[in-house]
C-alpha cells in the first residue's frame, strides 16, 4: 500500500536519529487481541525469549502512529490479497526471530515511542549486528491454506483447540477470509456460548463447525429468533440441539424457509402437525436439503411403485430416509422384492427397512433360501421368513437361524452364482 | 504393524467377482477397505487388476497390490488359460447374446439331444485345436514339437483370437445346458457368442445367462475371496498363501519349454468321460 507524503517524510526524520525500538515496546503495541490486520496476526503475548526484535523502518513507523492516533481497527487492511510494495511485508511479523541487539535495555518505557525513531533498513550496521540478524520468511499476503497463518492468529488457534478442521475451511476462501478477521473474544466467543446454551456440547462444537463454516457471518439475532420460532412449534430444547447437530446448517435458514419447509412436508406428506415434527427430529436435513429428490421420491411411491397415501405414511414415519434415497436403489430393490420374490405390497409395507439395505444383499440370502428351498415370505404359511430379518441380521444368525446351514455352505453357495 | 503390515502387503491375490458388480468399483472397494485400515501409513495405494471380468460376468479376478502388480505383466505374459462355466437356455435369440438383451428370434429345441450337442462340442475343439498350433508358430517339424502336438500341450505365447482348448458339457436338461470351457485370450462377450452359435448350429437358438470363470491361471475357486473377506487381514492372508505357487508356476511358464525333456505342467487333456463336479474347486492347475 502506498504510503501518504507525510508519513514518509516523518520516516525520512526519524531515520535520522538511528535508534531503535525494543521489542518490548512494539510488543505492547501489537498484544491487542483485537482487531487484526489484512493478515490477521498479532503479537502473542509470549513472544520469543531473545527479546527485541526489529520492525523495518516505514511499517512500524506507521502502525505505531496508528495505533497512537485510533485503537479502532485500520479498516483500509481489511483485505487478504492486499497489493503492497516490494518493500515490505503488508503485514506485520511480531513472532519473527529477532536480531540480538546488544545492550539495549529492554524496559524502555512506552512514552519514549514517539521520540525513537525505528531503524530503517537502509541504515549501515555493524557486521557483528547483521550477523545476528535472524529474519523468518514473511508471511504470505495471500496464500491458499490457512495454515500459514494459524501461527500468527489467536482466533485459529483457539479455533483449532475446539477442533474444528481448518483443512476443511480454507476450502472456501470467504469463510477463511472471516475467520481472520474476526476476534475471538468479541464474536466467536458470545456465538459459541449461543450454542452452548442450545445445547450441543463442548466435544461437538469443533466438528459442527467444520461442516457450517459460514456460521460465523450469522448474526446472533437472527439465530436467536429462529430458535425462539422452532420453540414456539413446540420442538423441545433437547429436539432443537439434537436437529441442530444432526443438520448443521438450520439455524442459517431464515425463519420464512423453515416454516415453508416444514409447511411443504405437512402438506405433501399429509402428516399430523406432531409427526411431521417427529419426523423432521428424526432427519433434519430434510430442512436443509433440497425439496426436489424429496418430491420425486415421493411420485415414485405413488406412481412407479404403487403405493398408497396411508402406506407411504406409513413408511416414511419408520424409514424417514426413504424420502431423500436415491430413486434408482428404490426402484430396484422394489422390482426385485415384488416382481423376483413374490412379496406383495402390504407386506413391504410393514418392512420398509428392505429399501434401506444393498441390493446384492437381498439378492444373495434371497437366492440361498431358494436354493434350500426356504424362501418363504408369507406369514400365513408355515416357515415364514419376515423381510426385515432377512436383510438386518448378520451373516451368522440368518445362516443358523433362517437358512438352517452353515456359513461356510453360503460362501459355497456365493461362489457359484 | 507399520512397514511390516506394508510388507506384506505385496503381491497377488484372487477374490470373487459377484455378478452385477463392475470390476473398477470392485478394485477401488478393495483400495478403500485396505485403506480404512491402513489410513496414514499409505498415501496412496494402487491395486491392478488382471484378467478383467465384465460386469454381468463373476468368478475369480486376480488383483496385484504394490509390487505385485508387476506380477500381474507377468502373468499376462504367461498365457495360461482360464476355466470358465457357462451356462445356456435353448429357445431364443437376443442381440448381444444375454437373456436380457432384445429379443431377436424364438425356436423350438425339442430336436436338440445331448449327443448332438457333445457332437458340436468336439467339432469346436477339434478346430480351435488346429488354430492352436497355428498361432503358436511352432516349426512342427522337430519331433518335440510333434510330440507336444499330440499331447495337446501347445499354447500360444502372443497375441490371438479367443481359443479354446477345451470344452465340454456337463449338464444338459434342456432347455437349459451347462458347458465347461477351457480357454485362453478370451473375452466374456465372446463366450455368450459361443453358446448363440452352439444354438445356430443345432438348428435353434440359445443365449447365455451365466458366464462364471472358475480359474485364472494357477488361481481357484478356492482361493478366492468373497465380499466378506475383503478387509486387510484376509488380504494378507491370501497373498502369503499364494505367493509360493506364483513364483514357482510364473517361473515354469516363462522358462523357454521347448528343447527340455518334458513340457512343463504336462498333464493329460480331459475329456468328457472323466467325471467332475462344476461346483466344487478346481483340484489342479491346467494350462
Known sequence: MALSAPQISRWLNSSKLSSFMTALQLRKHFQRPGTTLSCGIFAQPHVSSEGCFLQWGFRTYRTSSLWNSSQSADSSRQEINCAQSTLLPSVNEPSQRTPKIPGLDSEMSLEGLDDVPPLSPLQPISDEEAVQIIAGPPLPPSSVTLRDYVDHSETLRKLVLLGVDLSKIEKHPDAANLLLRLDFERDIKQMLLFLKDLGIEDTQLGPFLTKNYAFFSEDLENLKTRVAYLQSKNFSKADIAQMVRNAPFLLSFSVERLDNRLGFFQKELELSVKKTRDLVIRLPRLLTGSLEPVKENMKVFRLELGFQQNEIQHMITKIPKMLTANKRKLTEIFDYVHNVMCVPHHIIVRFPQVFNTRLFKVKERHLFLAYLGRAQYDPTKPNYISLDKLVSVPDGIFCEGMAKASVRDFEKFLKTL | ?287
Open chain 2, 1 to 287: 504393524m507399520g512397514s511390516a503390515g506394508l510388507a506384506r502387503l505385496q503381491g497377488l491375490f484372487a477374490v470373487y467377482k459377484p455378478p452385477g458388480l463392475k470390476w473398477k468399483h470392485l478394485r477401488d472397494t478393495v483400495e478403500l477397505q485396505l485403506l480404512k485400515v491402513r489410513g496414514l501409513a499409505f498415501t496412496s495405494l494402487k491395486v491392478g487388476v488382471g484378467h478383467r471380468l465384465d460386469s454381468q460376468a463373476s468368478g475369480v479376478l486376480v488383483l496385484g497390490v504394490g509390487h505385485g502388480r508387476r506380477l500381474l505383466t507377468d502373468m499376462y505374459n504367461a498365457h495360461l488359460t482360464k476355466d470358465y462355466t457357462v451356462r445356456g437356455v435353448l429357445g431364443k435369440a437376443t442381440d448381444d447374446f444375454c437373456e436380457d438383451g432384445r429379443l431377436v428370434e424364438k425356436t423350438t429345441y425339442d430336436h436338440v439331444t445331448r449327443e448332438k450337442l457333445d457332437r458340436i462340442l468336439a467339432v469346436i475343439q477339434g478346430s480351435h485345436q488346429k488354430a492352436l498350433v497355428t498361432y503358436s508358430n511352432l516349426d512342427l517339424q522337430t519331433q518335440e514339437a510333434y510330440e507336444m502336438a499330440v499331447s495337446g500341450v501347445i499354447r500360444p505365447m502372443n497375441k490371438s483370437p479367443m481359443l479354446i482348448t477345451g470344452i465340454r458339457c456337463l449338464q444338459f436338461a434342456p432347455p437349459e445346458f451347462l458347458l465347461e470351457v477351457q480357454c485362453m485370450h478370451e473375452t466374456q462377450k465372446q463366450l455368450r457368442r459361443l453358446v448363440h452359435e452352439i444354438g445356430l448350429e443345432l438348428k435353434s437358438t440359445a443365449v447365455c445367462t451365466q458366464v462364471r470363470r472358475t480359474r485364472d491361471g494357477f488361481f481357484t475357486l478356492d482361493d478366492a475371496l468373497l465380499r466378506t473377506q475383503w478387509d486387510l487381514p484376509s488380504i494378507q492372508d491370501a497373498i502369503q498363501a499364494a505367493a509360493p505357487r506364483v513364483v514357482a508356476e510364473l517361473e515354469k511358464s516363462l522358462r523357454p519349454w521347448l528343447g527340455t525333456q518334458e513340457p512343463p505342467g504336462a498333464d493329460q487333456p480331459w475329456d468328457s468321460e472323466r467325471p467332475r463336479s462344476a461346483l466344487g474347486p478346481e483340484s489342479h492347475v491346467g494350462h
